[in-house]
């Protein structure tokens, strides 16, 4: 290890070049780490951003993205990163030590109650670990007609039955957002889950250009079902889906995410990442597997404050128990603005 001593930064305009080339690079970095994210997440959600970099003499040795969330039900809080499944520092030891170190301090003068740590695997010693969540992500096949033998049995048979209705057929479109955001809001309203506001997705597609991606399940023109996703380096990313209960068709879901992987072979891309799942909450976790996906577990971190008290915002606490059950009949003229007026105080 050099022993040029390293010197945290924040991050700013004539820095941006330089954040940007470290995550296009580094294998830890992951699109929640990219500037568009931020950009996308400050302008729609209004969140403060707190973006610093271990520096190397003039080298970047490392790299925080942090969000100063102030929730009207948790109080102040930090954030690595909102409305993401992954975040934290990424870097070499020292730097992530720096790194860590300047969050806590920053933690502090700010206020905040905690900083929470989006990480893969754990980066601060200090912070006790929670393994609520597991990650899915898999090599895809070189050749869409190896879809046939890429999905387990089951899967592959349900994503047939469902195109042999005869009535369903994919299509990818940006320019049908909303019809997909609607779908996915409705979705949450099921699960007893506040949706993010329609401007955010609308910020991500402006952020990220063409590595943004919509796709649209219809039967007989009438959307049924949704994925809208990122492509990042080498990987197709399904991360928002959506699906309306009321169509019966067996195999849907398999159908829909079947296709977005056809459409990443057909991009080029070469990996499939099919996001986190708690491992508290079956259903997701159980069909992810029943595609050919195994589990591998998420080091989430929350550094506490001295004297304070870390918010307890997971989905699955007692505390909201009736909450959701209440949010679940709700209608979704209600839902969908409320959604996206409290997501800026549960950010994920």
Not at 298 to 310: D, F, I, M
Request: some cysteine; overall charge positive; charged content about 25%.
């Amino acid at each position: 290890m050099s022993s040029v001593s390293i010197n945290i930064v924040e991050l700013n305009a004539d820095r941006a070049a330089a954040w940007s080339a470290f995550v296009d690079k580094h294998p830890d970095a992951t699109i929640f780490h990219d500037l568009a994210w931020r950009h996308a997440v400050e302008g729609a959600m209004g969140q403060r951003p707190h973006y610093v970099m271990a520096m190397r003499g003039c080298d970047v040795a490392g790299i925080l993205p942090l969000f100063e969330i102030n929730s009207v039900v948790a109080g102040r809080f930090l954030v690595s990163v909102p409305y993401a499944a992954l975040g934290g520092p990424v870097g070499d030891d020292d730097a992530v030590a720096a790194l860590l170190a300047h969050a806590k301090e920053l933690a502090g003068r700010l206020g905040a109650s905690s900083i929470d740590l989006r990480t893969r695997r754990a980066t601060d010693r200090g912070a006790p670990v929670r393994s609520r969540h597991v990650y899915f992500e898999r090599a895809l096949p070189a050749r869409v007609n190896e879809l046939d033998v890429y999905l387990p049995r089951k899967a592959r048979a349900a994503a047939r039955k469902a195109e042999e209705s005869g009535r369903l057929r994919s299509v990818f479109d940006p320019s049908r957002l909303t019809e997909a955001w609607q779908l996915y809001a409705r979705s949450m309203r099921r699960l007893g889950s506040p949706n993010y506001p329609l401007r955010l997705f609308e910020a991500l597609h402006g952020a990220l250009g063409d590595r943004f991606w919509v796709e649209l399940v219809l039967d007989a023109d009438r959307p049924v079902a949704a994925l809208v996703g990122f492509c990042f380096k080498n990987t197709m990313m399904p991360y928002f889906a959506g699906l309306d209960e009321r169509a019966d068709i067996y195999g849907l879901n398999h159908f829909l995410y079947r296709e977005s992987m056809r459409r990443g072979i057909e991009l080029g891309l070469t990996r499939y990442d099919f996001g986190r799942s708690r491992i508290d909450n079956p259903g997701p976790l159980n069909f992810k597997r029943f595609c050919g996906f195994e589990p591998a577990p998420l080091e989430y971190q929350t550094y506490v404050v001295n004297g304070r008290t870390a918010p307890d915002l997971s989905p699955s606490s007692p505390r909201w128990s009736i909450a959701r059950d209440v949010w679940r009949h709700l209608p979704l003229a209600l839902t969908r603005p409320l959604g996206g007026w409290l997501a800026r105080s549960i950010p994920g």
